[in-house]
């Protein structure tokens, strides 16, 4: 079975620092690993997947994730916060990547301190 | 950017009646889904659809739900006889093949 588990309910970030928000992966076979994005009173947004190739994936609005098989973990990241970063973040598996369906965790909400 | 669109954003239904929440997909997409979000809980899938038939369905999928696209534009969630706890986000997603899928912005049913 594909299960993703996000640790923290809430992550804090000073605008300007770098932010990660973890994510760790359960899966049998390959991994199909998203990013999805929620701001208020809106649906999710795709942010980045991995499916194969190099481990540090690039997605929309200056975010990143990396890939660990090792530690079975596909953290978000940015190099530099803004306010506008503030939302719930998702990370989601599925079985062979587009069109099957989504497992998500439990989601992050981010805060961005001005 | 096409987006996926869902109405109405908010239905307010008593307990025992009949609802349809309706998506228009984007355009050009081949599979629909759709998921639902109890307050303060996951998202959670409920079904997926493909060539007019229904590729797969969570246990929450029950035969009070159906889905149905009944003009090649419109892609709708009905729950035929509503329980309380069904109040929760629903979301509608579609994608093309081998491609992220993308959501509506939800709608919120809330049952009496």
């Known amino acids: 079975a594909q299960s993703v588990a996000q640790p923290e309910d809430q992550v804090n970030v000073a605008e300007g620092n770098p932010l990660t928000v973890k994510c760790t992966y359960s899966?049998?076979?390959?991994?199909?690993l998203f990013w999805y994005v929620q701001y208020p009173n809106r649906g999710l947004q795709f942010l980045l997947k991995?499916?194969?190739?190099?481990?540090l994936v690039k997605g929309s609005y200056g975010f990143e994730a990396e890939f660990n098989k090792s530690q079975t973990s596909f953290h978000l990241k940015k190099p530099s916060a803004l306010v506008s970063d503030s939302a719930l973040y998702f990370c989601?598996?599925?079985?062979?990547?587009?069109?099957?369906?989504?497992?998500f965790g439990k989601g992050t909400r981010l805060h961005i301190l001005p | 950017e096409p987006e996926v669109t869902q109405t109405p954003s908010h239905q307010v239904t008593q307990m025992g009646q009949e609802v349809i929440l309706r998506c228009v997909p984007i355009?050009?997409?081949?599979?629909f889904y759709w998921y639902r979000q109890i307050l303060g809980q996951k998202v959670e899938f409920l079904v997926s659809?493909?060539?007019?038939?229904?590729?797969?369905k969570s246990e929450i999928f029950d035969d009070q739900f159906s889905v149905e696209r009944p003009d090649g534009s419109n892609f709708t969630l009905k729950i035929r006889s509503t329980k309380l706890e069904d109040s929760a986000m629903y979301f509608c997603?579609?994608?093309?093949?081998?491609?992220?899928?993308?959501f509506g912005d939800g709608t919120r049913l809330s049952i009496l």
């Open positions: 997603a579609s994608s093309d093949t081998d491609q992220p899928q993308h």
């Open positions: 899966v049998s076979g390959n991994p199909y």
């Open positions: 991995y499916i194969t190739g190099d481990n």
């Open positions: 989601a598996v599925n079985r062979w990547g587009g069109d099957d369906k989504i497992i």
């Open positions: 355009s050009n997409h081949l599979y």
């Open positions: 659809f493909y060539n007019n038939e229904i590729s797969e």
